[in-house]
């Protein structure tokens, strides 16, 4: 239920990021608010969630 799961952000778009799941293929993008990310995010960096809570990886 709270497994840990890794996304790249693959696009920053004003209030939110488009996430994609790593190591799974043919998934669409999700779409996350900013303020539940770290501040530092940017475009092609690594956050991992796990416990309801996003992590730089």
């Known amino acids: 239920m709270f497994e840990k799961k890794e996304y790249r952000v693959v696009k920053i778009d ?27 995010i940017v475009e092609g960096c690594l956050v991992s969630y796990e416990m309801m809570t996003y992590k730089m990886a």
Do not use: I, Q
């Open 14 to 40: 004003g209030d939110y990021a488009h996430l994609m799941e790593c190591d799974v293929e043919n998934t669409e993008d999700k779409l996350v608010a900013r303020a539940l990310l770290p501040e530092e």
